[in-house]
């Protein structure tokens, strides 16, 4: 069993929780993965590590609220235990093992969309102790969901929020974001990171082959164990098959077929919406979770 | 009674199974017990034992049971095997001890797997406490995965006084018995479970969600949790896929992942959340055992199932008793078949594989005719599922993070016949190092590994 610690609203349906699991925070690295199940009944639901906390053997994971699994998750209360907490899983970030000196040559941009900010935090929190400046595009469908925005802004260099109806920042997508950096505004950059939805990353991707940079992307496909043992989310990768549990999660954008990724992504749909009604006519979890 | 035919059992009936995932086969009674294994001539040079991987006494254990001495039968087979409930469903007898029984020369080999499930079976049922450990040694031993290898070693052991750790990587101990093999062949609940009960009553320690290799590595654990020797059964690995067209389009899934759904996550009930998708018309492709749990299990979840296998009913490597339970359930079985490519539809769906008829020509290097695809005879097959049952290759995660450990050309890790690794206190056995292969052959690489162990520790700490 492992404790919730700590759980915090970061905004409508979007929560943050430190789990206590010694074992997973002092393994640890950023761009690796966890593997939760809330109860006995659950499902194996795979989510990027967001922080880590070597000394208080915590792991923070952000969980938005969509399906039967993530609504169960986050019904639950600080003090209150999941069943199972796995990981690190994946290979950490390419970064992590390179040489440093190489790393402060380039220039990095993250682009991070919804929930996807989570994840990009540790990564420019890693650069930032090493005293790398890089810039950050966060982007949210509107103000209110707009994340862990303090957070990121103490770390990065440079901070844009990008919002879709224009309330707050940047009025558009990520996207046009980073075009308007790049063309308008003489910035440069030789890596770019990408975590956020699918789509986003695919037009992300797009974006920065016409743009001449590489691109780095977080994939979070359909898993059952996360340790290569299913090939459930198998990606194609250039003219290679990846596993993105092993292999990954971390794949060059500029490689991964993205329109098969997300008919993928998508293959158990139905059945989310099945499961999904059974959670609010069985549990009732709609009521439990609203209330804070 | 007569001596050369074998006792029958029962089973559920075909049409009633099919619909259902209770264990198929009933086992016997007390009386056709006996009276099975009172068939048994007791040889003095018994030809059963020596195909025995963990060399069961089977003469020993039968001649108990034809007494109605069970208690003893399940002592005689405790002393050499940890899981004997578990083997008595899962061997391959008719090709290990049944396969020299003597009786088989003029009629029907001794039942012996039906035997020994029986005897496991009765002590389960009679709360028999067959366990028996030595005094505690002090000496601390990891051992990585919980499946037939992980449990064979740990039991041996612990029994030796040995403080023993398993890490398991799922959320669930049992490895392959629990996420691969479904419940109609091996009841998770009565069988599985109070096995892995047992080791914990003897004093083994498991701890589960722990991925050695990202979680702790090797080297963490000897020197930093200081364990006096490490065993790694971590099993098969990754599945194989055929690397034709279409692989990739939804609804073509591997059998580990059909299997993991169905087992470890029980997506075949109601009440638990992980989904399954089987679709109408389903096509397992391979011929193996794990072919053939496919196939039942996704018969059983409503599907019209064939098996498309390249070779004929005379190659197939499954064995012969789930060949014949799958036909009477109504698995369909395309002979000398193999596909070429997966179809999708505008959606991204299978809606049918390109197959090749094929026929045999020369034997190749296993000694099995090799399978020629005749000219011309491609054809469209419709089918919503594709399920690749083709084996695994080795998950590269432990050799890649434990300096020193050695692998060979086909990635798996070099292991002596004592289990002995590349890496001094490192010891290894089951599929990571054979390939993937049966549940009693990696019982055996535990049980050698266990004595390889204790002989290193007491060698190297002067005990």
């Keep these: ?202 037009f992300v991707s797009l974006l920065t082959e016409e743009l001449g940079i590489p691109t780095v992307v977080s994939l979070n496909p359909i898993m059952v164990d996360g340790t290569g043992m299913c090939g459930a989310c198998r990606v194609s990768v250039g003219d290679e098959t990846k596993f993105a549990c092993v292999d990954g999660p971390e794949f060059d954008g500029h490689l991964v077929d993205f329109d098969e990724a997300l008919k993928r992504q998508a293959q158990y749909k139905s059945e989310e919406v099945k499961l999904d009604k059974k959670v609010e006519e069985d549990c009732k979890i709609e009521d439990q979770g609203g209330a804070k | 009674m007569d001596r050369f035919t074998r006792t029958p059992i029962s089973n559920q009936d075909p049409k009633v199974r099919a619909t259902n995932f209770d264990e198929v086969c009933l086992g016997y009674t007390e009386e056709e017990a006996i009276k099975e294994a009172k068939r048994c001539i007791q040889c003095k040079k018994p030809t059963c034992r020596p195909k025995c991987p963990v060399n069961i006494d089977i003469p020993e254990f039968i001649g108990h049971i034809a007494q109605g001495e069970f208690e003893e039968a399940a002592h005689s087979l405790a002393k050499y095997t940890a899981l004997p409930a578990v083997c008595g469903r899962v061997c391959p007898q008719e090709t290990q001890c049944e396969s020299t029984c003597i009786l088989g020369k003029k009629g029907d080999p001794i039942a012996i797997g039906k035997l020994e499930r029986f005897a496991a079976d009765w002590a389960r049922k009679n709360n028999i406490d067959v366990g028996k450990t030595k005094e505690k040694n002090g000496f601390k031993v990891a051992v990585i995965g919980s499946g037939p290898a992980g449990i064979t070693c740990a039991g041996d052991l612990v029994k030796e006084g040995y403080d023993v750790t398993i890490f398991e990587a799922l959320h669930e101990p049992g490895g392959v018995l629990v996420y691969g093999i479904p419940e109609f062949r091996l009841p998770k609940e009565d069988v599985v479970k109070p096995e892995i009960e047992n080791l914990k009553k003897l004093g083994v320690k498991i701890e589960t969600n722990v991925i050695v290799g990202r979680t702790v590595t090797i080297d963490d654990l000897m020197e930093k949790e200081g364990f006096h020797a490490v065993f790694i059964g971590s099993g098969a690995g990754l599945p194989i896929f055929m690397g034709i067209p279409g692989e990739n389009l939804n609804g073509v899934f591997s059998a580990n992942e059909f299997l993991t759904r169905n087992n470890l996550m029980k997506a075949f009930r109601k009440d638990y959340d992980t989904p399954i998708k089987v679709g109408e018309k389903v096509a397992v492709i391979g011929g193996g055992n794990v072919a053939m749990d496919a196939a039942r299990t996704a018969l059983r979840l409503g599907a019209e199932v064939y098996i498309v296998y390249r070779r004929t009913q005379e190659e197939l490597p499954a064995r012969v008793e789930e060949v014949h339970h799958a036909m009477e359930e109504g698995v369909k079985f395309e002979f000398l078949t193999s596909p070429v490519e997966v179809i999708g539809n505008e959606n991204g769906w299978v809606k049918a594989i390109r197959c090749q008829r094929m026929e045999l020509g020369e034997p190749d290097a296993s000694g099995r005719r090799r399978p020629v695809p005749i000219e011309g005879s491609e054809f469209e097959f419709d089918v919503d599922t594709v399920i690749m049952a083709l084996g695994t290759s080795p998950n590269p995660l432990i050799p890649s993070t434990t300096e020193g450990l050695e692998i060979n050309k086909w990635q798996c890790i070099v292991a002596d016949e004592n289990g002995q690794t590349s890496r001094e206190g490192v010891f290894a056995g089951g599929d990571a190092v054979t390939g993937a292969a049966t549940v009693i052959l990696a019982m055996g690489a535990g049980k050698d590994a266990a004595a390889g162990i204790d002989k290193y520790i007491k060698e190297k700490y002067g005990k």
């Design chain 1, 1 to 202: 069993m492992y404790k919730i610690v700590e759980k915090k609203e970061l905004a409508p349906n979007i929560y943050s929780m430190d789990i206590l699991a010694p074992r997973v925070a002092n393994s640890a690295q950023p761009g690796q993965f966890v593997i939760v199940i809330t109860d006995e009944s659950g499902e194996r639901i795979p989510l990027t590590i967001c922080d880590y906390d070597k000394e208080k053997g915590t792991v923070n994971i952000v969980v938005q609220a969509m399906g039967c699994s993530t609504k169960k998750m986050v019904a639950l209360e600080e003090g209150e235990y999941f069943k199972d907490f796995v990981g690190p899983l994946g290979k950490p970030s390419d970064y992590v093992n390179m040489d440093l000196e190489e790393v402060k040559k380039k220039k990095y941009i993250f682009v991070a969309g919804g929930v996807g900010a989570a994840p990009v935090y540790p990564q420019v929190k890693w650069f930032h102790e090493r005293g790398i400046d890089v810039d950050v595009i966060v982007g949210a469908k509107t103000k209110d969901l707009v994340i862990l925005e303090d957070k990121i802004k103490e770390v990065a260099g440079n901070l844009y929020i990008a919002t879709d109806d224009g309330s707050y920042g940047y009025n558009g997508m990520v996207t046009g974001c980073l075009e308007d950096l790049v063309k308008n505004q003489g910035k440069k950059y030789d890596q770019c990171i990408s975590i956020g939805p699918m789509i986003m990353m695919k």
